[in-house]
């Protein structure tokens, strides 16, 4: 039986997306791979609003996110820590061999433009990493007040995950001036994992031609050296491009706005119907996601239980991330899913949390 995928991803994938995957493939050092490429990578670009490099990864986002501390930690990197994903990007960027220190904040709390200031006043860093929508606790930085901090900084580049909230709210790159945008295709994309996208400014290029050790499968500047040729350095996903390159029409034909209105209302439905039924909402205004809810268990309801009941039916929820297991539960609300979605899967919790 299939499990409609309410977790915080990978999600539900349409049957029009699974279709582009069966497109009958090409070579990747053919033309016709050259022309679907150019044409994501200018969609991309037009989705995030930039004008930056735009790099196509066959890996999970942690990938291109370990890639990216390669290339652009020389000195030290700050490591902005507030739930499990952040955490282990500090943990990352110490097994890169770099110098780093985690700046840490509760789970449930977000990153703020003071602590990111207090940070980058002394002077030691010149990188930084930030989760902009931590997957674990449901909670979303203020990314737009952190980025004028960061204009501040000059010498410091900026490496942020987008990983669940790309494309489910505007995020200009360029006019944040964002150095490295990284995220991957499971969430709000509503694609198969498999394929990581991550961009490059010039200043980040630069930093990475002085920057010894970075290593080849995620190296900038192959992968600035391919892109001349709108390719890849390695093979690609090329089934999974084909996946993108449809998602990217739907999310246009959608229109921006209309999507973004969509994840807003979906996430308030969400938060409204938790409060309602007695449980609370980890995070606090205004720094609650978009893309997901972490609502608290004050009923002290069987989160285990619940999540084996609906499995039974259909439905995969999650029970909590790491130490927040059973404390809190997680429903996903981005990509492809329709506020009736939701309605579908609380209606099943309702009816199962009163035999509870």
Known sequence: MHKKLFIPGPIEVSQEILDAMATPMIGHRMPEYARLHKGVTDKLKKLMFTEDRVFLSTSSAFGAMEGAVRNLVGKRCANFCNGAFSDKWHKVTLSCGKEADPFKVEWGQP???ELVESALSTGKY???????NETSTGVMSPLPEIAQVLKKYPDVVSIIDTVSSMSALKLPIAELGIDCCVFGVQKAFALPPGLAVFTASERALERAKGIEGRGYYFDFLEFAAADEKDNTPSTPCISQIYAMDRQLDRIFAEGLEKRWQRHLEMAQFMRGWATEHGFGLFADEPYRSLTLTCAT??????????KKQLGERGFAFD??????????????????????????????????????
């Open 111 to 113: 990153i703020t433009p």
């Open 126 to 132: 010149d990188a930084i990493t930030l989760i902009h």
């Open 297 to 306: 268990n004050e009923r002290g309801v069987d989160l285990a239980q619940l």
């Open 319 to 356: 029970d909590g991330y790491g130490k927040l297991k059973g404390k809190t539960f997680r429903v996903a609300h981005m990509g492809d899913m329709q506020v009736a979605d939701l309605k579908e899967i609380t209606a099943e919790m309702e009816g199962l949390l009163k035999g509870m």
